[in-house]
Structures are given as C-alpha cells and as structure tokens.
C-alpha cells in the first residue's frame, strides 16, 4: 500500500512538471561561472537555459574587475570563467603561475576610442591626454590601436604586450594617462580621449558605433575565451558547456542585441 502511495505521489508530481512545462533534469550537475558585468553576464544568462537542457545547471557570478575571476578560479571557488581574451589569460598564467587553460572562443569586443571634446583622432591637440588600461595585455592593446591611426608609433618587437615606455614616435607629445580599465569611462571628464574595452563601455552607456571616434579592426587577435581548470579541461560537462554556449540562440541573441558593437567568434 504505502509502495503504491509513493508511485502515485511521484507520478503526480511528473504530472504537474509535465503541465507546466517545467523539465526534469536528475542529477544536473552545478556548474559556477564568473563573468564580469554587463554583455559577458546578459549573453551567460542567455545560455543558461540552454546548458539546463544538457544537465547544467550554471551558476552565473558577476566580478567587478579582471583579476579576481582568474584567482577564483584557481582556487576552485569557480569552475569555469568568460570574460578575458587569451593575450590576457597568457599574462595571468606567466605572471601568477595559474593552471587555467582556454576550451573555446566565445565574443570580440572591439576596444574604442571615446571623447567629451574629440570629434576625430585628427582634431587631438599636441599633449592631449590619452587614458589608456594599466593592464599589460589591454594597455598593449589600446597602443595597438593608436599606432593603427598613426597616433604613436611602437619599437619593433614590442608585440601585443607594448607598454608606455614602448612608443618610438609621439610626434603629437600625447600624455598617456594608465588607468584601471574599468575606471576609463569616469576619466573621460579628465583627458582628452580614453581607450576603453567594450564591455565598460557599455556598462557606463556609451554606444560603441554611435560614441567611439574610432575602433579595433574585426579581425583583431583579442578573441575573448571561456576558461576552466587544466585539470577539468576533458570533462563531459566541459563540452556541454561549451556547446550551449557555440549555439545558434546563443548567436542570433548576440547579434540582435549588440548590433554589432559585439561579435561572436565562433
């Protein structure tokens, strides 16, 4: 009797989750993931859905900077992260030993120029100042882009991790002003231009096709990653992760919602 009385309760219960659309998933697996705030967390929301369908169930954590999700993650507070370009992730496992590797592209965000007072990089007065990331990765970045609209040039060899002390040629005298980069946005009351990542230029209302005066060719190498563990990197729950995130929806969502200011790199 009370073996029959379980049965009919379960079944009631598969019943009502049938009714009311709702999937039962046995023994999903948690899955933490940081991203930082803004298109890496709106596009995680995105995939969630579709991870559950997998057997994931992701936990999406929002960081206010790059460094604490890369630290998170290797100390196994996270189990993955979405938020940097692989140029950044091989700073941060030279320079803090991290046993974190890349499984997969996700997003580009093409780094942009923004200006109170500049209509053009050709109006920069001599001695402007230019803000730019303190981070090795994206201040070499935002140098990069300089010296592609012939602002600075760089001393050859300086590659993707160029620094200040890097410019051969500043025929205009611009101050270059180092800053946190998701401080840029509020320095822009302060100099004359900053370099700003997408995503805070997003975050703090600025439209990159509307508001930048210029911006990082699409074919820039700074792809930005989904990070795990090595230890985990040949996980099943790794794939799922991966190819709820590499999913049409997923694609069609960044596409309608960033209008281009974001680009899918799969």
């Not at 002003?177 to 703090?204: C, G, H, K």
Request: hydrophobic share 45%; no cysteine; charged share 25%.
């Amino acid at each position: 009797m009370i073996r029959k009385r379980l049965l009919g309760t379960f079944a009631a219960a598969v019943t009502l989750a049938a009714a009311f659309g709702a999937p039962i998933a046995a023994h999903a697996e948690a899955i933490k993931i940081g991203v930082t705030p803004g298109p890496h967390a709106q596009i995680m929301e995105k995939v969630k859905p579709i991870a559950a369908k997998e057997g994931l169930e992701l936990t999406v954590m929002e960081f206010s900077d790059y460094v604490i999700p890369n630290q998170a993650l290797a100390d196994g507070d996270l189990n993955a992260n979405s938020f940097q370009h692989q140029p950044y992730l091989d700073n941060q496992v030279k320079d803090r030993g991290y046993d974190l590797v890349s499984v997969a592209k996700n997003v580009i965000f093409p780094m942009g120029v923004y200006s109170k007072t500049a209509k053009s990089l050709d109006a920069l007065p001599n001695g402007a100042k230019v803000a730019v990331p303190n981070d090795p990765t994206n201040g070499g970045r935002a140098l990069l882009l300089l010296q592609s609209k012939g602002l600075i040039k760089l001393k050859d060899g300086a590659g993707l991790k160029a620094s200040p002390l890097d410019i051969a040629e500043n025929p205009k005298k611009l101050q270059i002003v180092e800053l946190d980069a998701a401080q840029l946005p509020r320095s822009l009351d302060d100099v004359t231009v900053a370099v700003i990542n997408t995503n805070y230029a997003l975050e703090a209302g600025l439209d990159p096709l509307k508001d930048a005066i210029a911006r990082e060719a699409s074919e820039s190498p700074y792809a930005n990653v989904i990070v795990v563990r090595k230890a985990d990197q040949d996980k099943p729950w790794v794939a799922k992760l991966v190819k709820a995130y590499q999913n049409d929806e997923v694609k069609q969502f960044i596409n309608d919602k960033f209008k281009g200011a974001i680009v899918p790199a799969w």
